[in-house]
């Protein structure tokens, strides 16, 4: 059980502290948006063009971890509360690590993609 | 106004002439009130249902004074679980008019109601009527080691009081005040869903004993209230403060604590 393997409050100091550096990384997102402009940083190309920026390439990954991070941890911690018993719990656990893994692999995967040109 | 100073509506005091020492009795008030009762045996009954009841009550009579008034001359068969009648012993908490509260210590005349409702506490196992269990509670209060933890004690030879400054009374003297009533469990959301939660009266009771500085089981209490359905749990609504009886504050106990678990406070 991740519980058993890390303290429920460093589970927590993970989730306040992904949120904070996470809302740093989502200021820097939007002031570059705004600095493009908002429907021209929507364009196609545009899009690519961020990937290939190495500096924002790692912004974008960077929020991708921090938020999946925060945002399974979250989920985990509301769906605990709604229902109790060992296997339930162990399955919501599990579950939302898997999920959390799944969503960086894949979402990673994008943006190594991108930024190397294969899309 | 009668000779001598205030004296409750409804008392003469006797004159000079009379040489008896007695007051006499409290003339049956004019003001009434409908009071709806919660009526469930989960034995018996599928569905709760109210008996409603008329009620004389004067400025001071107590919701308890009205359920006692109810079962003594309308319906004996009424659920009720009280004793000190002086908000001590926290027997008989129940939710008066929506709100957790305790009905010897809640004036009919303070509620501003001409229809007082009273229903069991929330988020305890219903008996009968207004009577609740206490098992879940009172075993997470036994759960967070209510008492003080170290090696020696008083009565150890070398050792005698264990001096206390004022500060050091600060810390902990308003959650001492806790008298297991169990209205803070029974206003807290997190209550009504996480039927494992330790609940804001334990974890007001361990910060009680963590802020001791006589107490030595600091470590071990953490342990106990750093898990999946520990402290962290608390969504901090506050609705625990707000209904608490005797002034204790476990929403703010809740906090400090979280301060010793994420290293801000030692």
Known sequence: MMSSIMRESHIMKIHYLTALVAVGFVIIHIMVRVMQGF??????????????????????EAMLILISVHGFNGLRVILLELKQGNAYENAVTYGCL??????????SRTIIMASMGMV | MTKGGALPKGFERPSDSDSQEKYEEVKPSS???????????????????????????QRWTTVLDAILEVKSYHDHSIGVRYSCRQ????????????????ACFTKISE????????EPMNNFPLIRDLTVGFERMISTHKRIKPYIIREDSEISSG??????????????????GCIKCGLCNSACPTMATDSTFIGPQGLAQAYRYIADNRD???????????????????????????????????????????????????
């Open chain 1, 39 to 60: 429907s021209d940083s929507l364009e196609f190309e545009n899009v690519i063009a961020n990937y290939k920026s190495i500096p924002y390439a790692v912004v974008l």
């Open chain 1, 98 to 107: 898997a999920a959390m893994i799944a969503l960086i692999a894949y979402g």
């Open chain 2, 31 to 57: 003001k009434t009130i409908t009071l709806r009762i919660s009526k469930f045996n989960p034995e018996k009954d599928h569905t709760p249902t109210f008996l409603e009841f008329t009620v004389p009550y």
């Open chain 2, 87 to 102: 908000a001590t012993c926290g027997s008989c908490g129940m939710i008066i008019n929506g709100k957790p509260k305790l």
């Open chain 2, 111 to 118: 509620l501003n109601s001409n229809v007082v409702t009273v």
């Open chain 2, 159 to 176: 050792t005698k009081e264990f001096l206390q400054t004022p500060e050091d009374v600060e810390k902990y003297i308003q959650f001492a």
């Open chain 2, 216 to 266: 030595q089981g600091k470590d071990e209490r953490l342990r106990i209230i750093d898990e999946r359905h520990g402290i962290w749990g608390c969504h901090f609504s506050g609705s625990c403060s707000q209904v608490c009886p005797k002034g204790v504050d476990p929403a703010m106990g809740i906090q400090l604590l979280r301060g010793y678990l994420l290293g801000y406070k030692k």
